[in-house]
């Protein structure tokens, strides 16, 4: 059986969680959460020197981190990877922007006021350029959106699980105001309306 390390409160280990969930694939979880200290223990390290989850391991030991990484990975060949050569390329388009525009503002923002080790932190000058380029990244969503139901076209695919990853708490822990962005909404609404959606809690316990 395949092993996640993830992270339970976070949208880089929710995006895969999701996926492996909509496949139906069973996993062993192995959580780690913000301050457990698993990420920097010598048997976590020696698996993925970078420290971070996820990290997917699959049954004959090989190991892959970088949660865009592992989503194309097992999104391959199933509905969630399309087979045609540029929308392929669309969808790898919007998820290098996620881990370049999106994630950088939007998760950071949500961290620092969910995390009290990131209090120190809860300050104008830290929060407000934050706030300003997540609302610029909801906007580019949001215009994207006005065209097509998902991100990289008419159908769900592994970019529209990315993007979720955060976007679907980005009013609740991140402060961003999304009732500036009803598009982004009704896509919200769209991707928990596909098969197999679980909520950010389900750990993989089938
Ligand atoms: N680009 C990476 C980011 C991974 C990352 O930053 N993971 C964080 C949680 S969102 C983590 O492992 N934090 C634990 C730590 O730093 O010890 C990805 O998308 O997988």
């Known amino acids: 059986m395949i092993t996640l390390y993830s992270m339970p409160s976070s949208g880089n280990s929710y995006k895969v969680r999701l996926l492996l969930a909509k496949l139906g694939l069973p996993f062993?979880?192995?959580?780690?959460?913000?301050?457990?200290?698993?990420?920097?223990?010598?048997?976590?390290?020696a698996r993925n020197p970078k420290g971070k989850v996820p990290l997917l391991e699959l049954e004959d030991g090989r190991l892959l981190s970088e949660s865009n990484a592992i989503l194309l990975f097992l999104g391959d060949g199933t509905r969630y990877v399309p087979q045609g050569h540029y929308t392929?390329?669309?969808?790898?388009?919007?998820?290098?922007?996620?881990?370049?525009?999106?994630?950088p503002s939007i998760a950071v923002r949500s961290a620092i006021l969910t995390y009290e080790d990131r209090a120190h932190l809860r300050r104008p000058d830290v929060l407000d350029p934050l706030l300003e380029q997540g609302h610029r990244a909801l906007q580019v969503m949001e215009t994207q959106l006005r065209e097509t139901l998902f991100l990289a076209g008419e159908v769900l695919t592994v970019a529209d699980l990315c993007l979720y990853g955060y976007t679907h708490s980005a009013g609740a822990k991140g402060g961003f105001d999304m009732a500036r962005f009803p598009e982004v909404e009704r896509w919200l609404e769209r991707v928990e309306a596909d098969p197999g959606h679980v909520p950010i809690t389900w750990l993989g316990d089938w």
């Open 28 to 45: 062993r979880h192995v959580a780690a959460e913000a301050g457990s200290g698993v990420t920097q223990s010598p048997e976590f390290l």
């Open 88 to 103: 392929r390329a669309l969808v790898h388009s919007w998820m290098f922007w996620e881990q370049n525009a999106h994630e």
